[in-house]
């Protein structure tokens, strides 16, 4: 049923949510038990989103049904319906990298303490991702139907149950289930910044930054490996190593290869804190104006194609 047994990984770690969640919704520890629990349980809703961000771009099962199934557990597990990925994600980032047409793009905040750049790149391009995403629904989504159709299957299952918890207790659902979803959805968005500012996005290697930690992408089924996902995007993660070594790091520049996430987080954010190109000179961020329209005529048959299993 798996088209990569390396996805049972994937699997653990979905369960692994629903376990914390369902664990602390009935047991409901207090005092610092609470927060500790608070914070695991944001963390591996986090992983969810990894997962949700590996889904849309390689399906897990080989069967059709299983993948809509899937993708509605994953979508829970988050947080917030993963089709939604295919317009942002796939269509505007993937498609044009730190140009205009991007909503992700790294040149939508400029402050000159690099700290702020890292905690307001959420809120600075969140909207633009929402209104690029109605703007996909209402242009193009209606007249893909298996992307719009899964799309509602996860928006009225996860928001139905969402309004469902909140009813029955809005606390336990703020704390165990809206806190851990908003940190997941602002993890996997800020992360974008982590791997693509200050590198060059026309250079065909050059245009993202990865990280090789063997822990960091044992716990994040290889979330590190960036550029070659980026020049590969349906390649499943567990395949992603070996392909960065063969096809990415002869021709990589060394500062693009960091051997640590939160080494580089320290260092670009915290201490030194410079913001500075891949080749270590002062970078110099311009104001690339306002987005310009991502959508494309092609989009639907791309949409099409990632509801679908693959042969």
């Known amino acids: 049923m798996l088209r990569y047994r390396a996805d049972i990984r994937t699997l653990g770690i979905l369960a692994t949510y629903a376990a914390l969640f369902l664990t602390g919704w009935m047991v409901a520890p207090t005092g610092p038990l609470l927060w500790s629990w608070v914070a695991v349980l944001s963390y591996n809703s986090w992983l969810c989103a990894v997962v949700a961000h590996n889904t849309v771009h390689c399906p897990v099962f080989t069967q059709r049904w299983m993948n809509r199934a899937f993708q509605v557990w994953v979508s829970l597990s988050y947080g917030f319906p993963i089709s939604e990925y295919v317009p942002g994600h796939n269509l505007s980032h993937h498609r044009f990298t730190e140009m205009r047409e991007d909503v992700m ?11 702020l750049n890292l905690v ?14 109605a ?27 969402k309004v ?11 704390v165990f289930m809206v806190v851990p979803h908003l940190v997941a959805n602002f993890g996997i968005v800020t992360i974008n910044l982590l791997q693509h500012d200050g590198c060059d996005p026309e250079h ?39 392909a960065h070594a063969a096809r990415m790091r002869p021709a990589l520049h060394p500062n693009l290869e960091e051997p640590s996430m939160v080494g580089y987080i320290f260092k670009a954010y915290v201490y030194p804190g410079r913001r500075l190109a891949y080749d270590g000179r ?24 990632r509801t679908k299993a693959p042969a």
């Open 120 to 133: 307001f790149f959420f809120p600075a391009v969140t909207p633009a991702i929402l209104r690029g995403n």
């Open 135 to 161: 703007r996909f629904k209402q242009l193009r989504g209606s007249k893909i139907s298996a992307w719009h159709n899964q799309f509602l299957l996860e928006a009225v299952v996860v928001w139905g149950l």
């Open 105 to 115: 793009r790294t040149s939508k905040v400029r402050f000159r303490w690099n700290f």
């Open 282 to 305: 002062p970078l110099v961020v311009k104001d690339l104006g306002p987005d310009r329209d991502w959508v494309q005529p092609e989009d639907a048959d791309f949409a099409r194609s």
């Open 164 to 174: 469902v918890l909140l009813l029955v207790d809005w606390r336990k659902a703020l």
């Open 204 to 242: 065909p290697v050059n245009h993202s930054r990865t990280f090789v930690s063997p822990l960091l992408n044992f716990l994040t089924v290889n979330n590190g490996y960036h550029g070659i996902h980026h020049n590969e995007p349906g390649l499943h993660w567990s395949l992603l190593p070996a």
